[in-house]
């Protein structure tokens, strides 16, 4: 099991792959410079938990981007109503 995120790095690495969704990317190294660049959190262990955030949603934005939608068929209920 991982470890839960407090809403306030949900917040704020949410807000900042909205911002610059562009820049941010799947590494976690890369992230974390972004996030020192764009925020001013003291802490780099917070700092760490936005960047791990942050790759963790760009992952998770390219596998829904690249699958395929699923559609729900219509079903012809005219057999059960006349």
């Known amino acids: ?24 990317t799947s590494e976690f190294s890369k992230n974390k410079a972004l996030v020192e660049k764009y925020t001013n959190v003291a802490s780099s262990k ?16 390219t596998i829904l981007e690249n699958q395929p939608r699923r559609r729900v068929h219509e079903e012809d209920l005219s057999k059960y109503y006349e």
């Open 1 to 24: 099991m991982g470890r839960i995120k407090t809403l306030l790095s949900k917040r704020i690495a949410k807000k900042l792959v909205k911002e610059h969704g562009s820049e941010f």
């Open 46 to 61: 917070l700092r760490n938990i936005i960047a791990g955030y942050t790759a963790r949603l760009v992952k998770q934005k």
